[in-house]
């Protein structure tokens, strides 16, 4: 409930009277709303941060006994004492927000620690692992932990440099799929809305902060049961955006609803700003284009096999030679020799796992291929050719080739090529121009569907592992697409990620079009309300390595990305399945994309005032530069040090030559330089390169990193 409500209860159970009086007032104040979106700014969320060590000063709460399934002792309280060592560590507690002074004692592994919004935060970022396939290009970064905190944090790394923003926020489906204040939402709730609303303005308000001022871009995707709550509460938070809705079709079979219309659709908002303009593709997102269902689209491929009567064996030379045809799928293998008319087709050797395809009439007439096998080599290089209509059974396919006409439209841009085949075989499109017709705000794409671009891919990547509801991969790279096409540097942020299909979908936009583009991806390691009684069954609690390891992030997220990026399923076996629509290619290809996994963490004052945490904020000035290269993971011992992005000066008398291996690196960005005297910095300041931004750091250095959540 709310905070006047619970105040309001109170009163009733001191003062009947007085109470009833208030619950009157309170009344007659609610039904006279002001225009716009009003809800009950619910009491600001607390966390429970399982695995947290307990600390002296720690607000905790006690758990249950473990294999019990109650909710425990919801009041808080503050740690004021530890005694003990190992399993026999107990706490002396004092309880918070009490009338009367209470305290108790408790077993430390029978409490969690607890993150109430009005605290100050110092957080941190731990790696659990990364997975490295890019080369030089910059880390795509996934953190484990409550979303609003990372996002605290974020505001430090990338205040003002997102340029898109996608999350798919929880329906409040009454279905178990979020919670508050560490409960699931009940169905019943009178502020069931309330509460969501609460939850989500919270988090726009500082995502809103990290978006580009001019061009950044939010986009949410939502049902019924929140959508028009959720269009007032955008242009409440975004009061000078543009926010237009369209209505996105993922399921043609649709939820069949007794005596109620079927469900097929859910809804996207995108708010861009003021100088934000998408960028048309060739598809118009609701009508059928050329190259669906079994056209050809701009691409005019032709039949390798000469079909005028005059063009029988021997009529010209060069142009009788076997095609070798991988046995298994049909694909090109190799372009043989051309071979003289006096030799017999039969006696040419073929390559082993492969067939030898001819020029034949169906009668078994020897006819000429359209090109010699010097040409068609080069043009199969390109992706200019293919087979067509492969038979396994029969070991025949059509071989064909695209002609130069269609060569030339593609070298001029008038066909843009937008991906290939598994066969290596181009796919292409019209190219897009000035006349071409913005995206329509319905969409109805058969890739769009939740189950094949969706549940079927994470089938795919990590088998065996569910995820309910996921997102196809398809639909978000192509909401992504209007945004981020020409920005080969853009930054994304998905804050409800889920699966990761978002950190999916901008690895495919950087194979399709080419860039660097990061994706940073937040999600917590919930436990689905499914798979909870079972642990509980078994003695397990949140923070059990036994039970965490079941969370999404760790059973779900960070598996799903590595197994996208390595090819691999968690197994070590290859994906099966290819990649399908703009860009079709193996799944077991992976991507050449680097990506690295972390985990939030609280520090407390103690390590901060002691300079003891640096460690778990070198991911965090690393992010800030760029993700990219190398991190200084520790306090330098020479008074400086310098990565491939980023340099720290921490002994201000070593400025001189940490400026001048500064001006030595050709991507420097930023220099951190600790000191708590504004002259000095300035000092500093002036010897550094001027393309390198120069960023102060306190001594006490995490105090750049506390934050208070309910300010």
């Excluded at 090819?567 to 077991?588: I, L, W």
């Excluded at 002259?679 to 750049?704: C, D, G, H, W």
Aim: include cysteine.
């Amino acid at each position: 409930m709310s905070r006047l409500t619970d105040l309001i209860a109170k009163a009733k159970a001191k003062d009947a009277q007085l109470g009833k009086e208030l619950e009157r007032e309170f009344r007659a104040l609610s039904s006279r709303r002001s225009f716009g979106l009003n809800f009950e700014r619910h009491r600001p969320e607390n966390v429970e941060l399982p695995g947290r060590p307990v600390r002296k000063g720690d607000k905790v709460r006690i758990l249950p006994e473990r294999g019990s399934t109650k909710k425990g002792d919801q009041r808080l309280w503050k740690v004021t004492g530890l005694s003990g060592k190992g399993a026999e560590r107990t706490a002396s507690l004092s309880l918070l927000y009490a009338d009367k002074p209470e305290g108790t004692e408790a077993a430390v592994d029978d409490l969690i620690v607890v993150a109430e919004f009005k605290d100050y935060i110092y957080p941190g970022l731990v790696s659990t692992g990364k997975v490295e396939r890019g080369g030089d290009k910059p880390f795509h970064t996934v953190i484990n932990g409550e979303n609003f905190h990372a996002l605290e944090a974020l505001t430090f790394t990338h205040r003002g440099k997102v340029d898109v923003i996608y999350i798919d926020p929880p329906y409040n489906s009454r279905a178990k799929d979020w919670k508050y204040n560490n409960d699931y939402v009940d169905p019943d709730d009178d502020y069931k809305h309330s509460k969501w609303l609460a939850m989500l303005e919270r988090r726009l308000k500082i995502a809103r902060e990290l978006l580009r001022p001019r061009t950044g871009v939010l986009v949410a995707t939502i049902d019924e049961k929140e959508v028009h709550r959720l269009a007032l509460l955008l242009e409440q938070v975004f009061p000078e955006s543009d926010i237009q809705m369209i209505t996105s079709v993922i399921s043609a079979k649709g939820a069949v609803r007794a005596g109620k219309f079927s469900r097929v659709e859910e809804h996207v908002f995108v708010v861009t700003a003021g100088g934000t303009k998408l960028t048309p593709w060739f598809r118009n997102m609701l009508d059928p284009a050329k190259g669906d269902g079994n056209d050809t689209a701009a691409l005019e491929w032709l039949g390798l096999r000469r079909r005028e009567p005059s063009s029988i064996r021997g009529a010209r030379p060069n142009q009788f030679y076997p095609i070798f045809l991988q046995e298994t799928n049909g694909h090109l293998h190799s372009v043989g020799d051309a071979i003289n008319d006096d030799i017999d087709r039969e006696s040419v050797e073929v390559p082993g796992g492969t067939v030898a395809v001819w020029p034949l009439k169906p009668d078994g007439t020897e006819m000429l291929w359209g090109l010699t096998p010097e040409v068609l080599r080069r043009r199969w290089n390109k992706g200019y050719a293919r087979v067509n209509s492969w038979k396994k059974a029969e070991k025949r396919g059509t071989v064909q080739y695209l002609p130069g006409g269609t060569i030339s439209q593609i070298e001029e841009g008038a066909i843009q090529v937008t991906g290939k085949k598994r066969d290596g075989s181009v796919i292409g499109v019209v190219a897009i121009d000035e006349d071409t017709p913005p995206p329509k705000r319905v969409w109805n794409l058969p890739s769009h569907n939740a189950e094949t671009g969706g549940t079927n891919v994470i089938s795919k990547l990590i088998p065996g592992r569910g995820f309910p509801y996921p997102k196809s991969l398809y639909a978000v790279e192509d909401v992504l697409r209007f945004f981020v096409e020409k920005s080969e540097n853009a930054i994304i942020l998905d804050f409800f990620c889920g699966s990761g299909t978002t950190a999916h979908a901008v690895m495919r936009i950087n194979r399709i079009y080419g860039g660097h583009r990061q994706s940073i991806s937040i999600t917590n390691n919930e436990v689905a309300a499914a798979e909870q009684a079972a642990l509980v069954d078994k003695a397990l609690r949140p923070g059990d390595a036994d039970w965490e390891k079941w969370g999404i992030c760790d059973y779900v997220t960070k598996p799903r990305v590595e197994a996208a990026i390595s090819g691999q399923s968690p197994d070590g076996s290859e994906v099966e399945g290819d990649y399908k629509f703009t860009d079709e290619f193996p799944m077991a290809e992976g991507f050449e994309e680097n990506a690295e996994f972390f985990t939030l963490t609280y520090e407390t004052p103690v390590a901060v005032s002691h300079n003891r945490a640096f460690e778990r904020i070198a991911p965090l000035l690393w992010m800030r530069a760029g993700s990219e290269g190398e991190r200084i993971g520790r306090l330098p011992e020479d008074g400086w040090a310098v990565a491939d992005t980023y340099g720290l000066l921490t002994d201000l008398d070593k400025a001189a030559p940490f400026a001048a291996a500064m001006e030595g690196k050709a991507d420097m960005r930023i220099a951190y330089i600790v000191t708590d005297d504004e002259r000095r910095f300035q000092a500093v300041v002036r010897q550094m390169p001027p393309k390198v931004e120069p960023i102060r750091l306190y001594e006490s250095y995490l105090t750049n990193f506390r934050f208070a959540m309910g300010r």
